[in-house]
């Protein structure tokens, strides 16, 4: 291959990379006016894990609240737009993959997809007891809570969206295995330090500081990683 057909064939991904990502945007961008339009009730479904008697929220600027909305639109999106952005990124890749590798991409596909709705719906099952332990801090009286609206919403959809993208970390390691770049031998000896780059990373990416948060995410990340390495082993047979 010449130096003037590689190029062309550099440009060509790059534009196909291109029309992939407007796609996306756009999927996002209609995902979000859907979001928009609904989220007074998503907002309501936010609000659901709060403890007795915080119930109430509070803006302190004028766009608060709208700046709210537009938030909860944008976390919609993303969630509603997830199926067209895992196509578009089997469309991208499997020009450049053999024929055996394209067999194994749409079941890590509707996986990375179930396991995304599953790690947000984790996320949002434990947001009562982290949001109990950080609210015990108080004290009435004298320091109590003033729970800002644009703080709160923040707080649950990092949480939940850190939860869903973790999920994916199997599917991450299955992927990698199957074109060789990782192995079940290389990942089993490594353990150790896989175990406490979880600890770290669950500690970093979950807000609030509460202990439940990050210690439910390493032990959630955990069990999928022993369950990858089951499922590494079994393809590898």
Do not use: C
């Not at 064939?9 to 339009?37: Q, Y």
């Not at 007074?40 to 007795?52: E, G, S, T, V």
């Not at 537009?70 to 976390?75: E, G």
């Not at 079941?107 to 995304?116: D, K």
């Amino acid at each position: 291959m010449s130096r003037d057909e590689a190029t062309m064939s550099l440009l060509e991904h790059l534009e196909e990379l291109r029309r992939r990502l407007i796609v996306i945007v756009i999927a996002v961008v209609l995902g979000a006016v859907i979001g928009f339009v609904v989220s007074a009730p998503i907002l309501d479904f936010l609000r659901a894990p709060l403890p007795a008697g915080y119930e109430k929220l509070y803006f302190t600027k004028v766009g608060g609240a709208f700046g709210v909305r537009i938030q909860i639109a944008f976390f919609a999106g993303i969630a509603i737009a997830m199926p067209v952005i895992l196509f578009e990124l089997y469309r991208f890749v499997t020009p450049g993959l053999t024929r055996r590798e394209r067999r194994i991409v749409w079941p890590l596909l509707i996986g990375a997809l179930v396991l995304f709705i599953i790690g947000m719906a984790v996320g949002y099952l434990i947001l009562p007891f982290a949001l109990a332990f950080l609210l015990s801090f108080g004290e009435p009286g004298s320091v109590e809570p003033l729970l800002t609206i644009n703080d709160y919403i923040g707080f649950i959809t990092t949480l939940m969206l850190a939860f869903g993208l973790v999920m994916e970390f199997p599917i991450v390691l299955i992927a990698l295995s199957r074109v060789g770049i990782l192995s079940y031998e290389r990942i089993a000896r490594q353990r150790r330090f896989v175990i406490l780059g979880i600890v770290v990373f669950a500690v970093i990416v979950t807000p609030g500081g509460d202990p439940f948060s990050p210690s439910i995410l390493s032990a959630v990340m955990y069990v999928l990683f022993e369950l990858s390495l089951l499922v590494i082993r079994f393809l590898r047979r």
